[in-house]
């Protein structure tokens, strides 16, 4: 009864390739986000649906792309993996957006070689 | 946009306590804290909406200063089990984002 799911944990993959990660939520939250945490552990903001709406896009490379197909799901989909995109990849949810505490996934360590 | 913290690290005996910066330059919506332990996700501690506001649970607390600027976190007492990075995350009014801080290391030694 994990609260918020993401698939799978680790990625080891070659340049160039094209990989997905999944992400579910089980709590009933309306906002999902996906963020990048660095080998600097910075951690950083990469997308942000309110039901099924996109509502922030950062300044990430058009090869990434969300979609979340219900309020329950978000994926992440990276086209022509390169070098610089190990990282890992965190999902996280939240009722009523920003008012509340994120509930974090564990993790994908993608690792690109 | 980013919220700097400070210190970057801090070592600590059993026991001893600890607080945590968390600096603005405009002011802020709101606060969050969150503990993130080696190899794991970050867990959600606290948030903070108005200012001057002060929240806590067990030995580990929070405030949130007048002009909405800064917050401190404050670790009392602390135990083995406060070990890992520290970090804010803050809301700046109109934005839709929760930014976080670059982390703060905390070491807690028998």
């Known amino acids: 009864d994990t609260a918020v799911s993401q698939t799978p944990k680790y990625l080891v993959t070659q340049m160039g390739n094209d990989k997905s990660i999944k992400c579910e939520q089980n709590l009933g939250h309306d906002t999902m986000y996906w963020y990048k945490q660095d080998s600097k552990k910075f951690l950083k903001i990469m997308f942000s649906?309110?039901?099924?709406?996109?509502?922030i896009n950062e300044t990430v490379p058009n090869r990434f792309s969300p979609k979340s197909p219900d309020k329950a799901h978000l994926n992440l989909h990276i086209n022509s993996l390169e070098l610089g995109d190990s990282a890992v990849y965190f999902c996280a949810s939240s009722q009523a957006g920003l008012m509340t505490g994120y509930t974090f996934g564990s993790g994908t360590r993608l690792t690109v070689v | 946009q980013q919220p700097v913290q400070s210190p970057q690290a801090v070592i600590l005996r059993e026991g001893e306590d600890a607080v945590i910066n968390c600096s603005s330059s405009?002011?802020?919506?709101?606060v969050h804290w969150y503990r993130q332990k080696h190899g794991e996700a970050p867990v959600f501690l606290m948030i903070?909406?108005?200012?001057?506001e002060q929240k806590g649970h067990d030995k580990i607390s929070a405030s949130f200063n007048e002009k909405k600027q800064q917050s401190s976190l404050y670790l009392t007492a602390s135990q083995l089990s406060y070990s890992g990075t520290y970090f804010c995350?803050?809301?700046?009014?109109?934005?839709?984002?929760?930014?976080f801080g670059q982390g703060t290391r905390l070491t807690i030694n028998p």
């Open positions: 903070l909406l108005k200012g001057g």
């Open positions: 995350g803050t809301v700046m009014g109109g934005a839709q984002k929760l930014v």
């Open positions: 649906y309110n039901n099924k709406e996109l509502i």
């Open positions: 405009k002011a802020l919506y709101s």
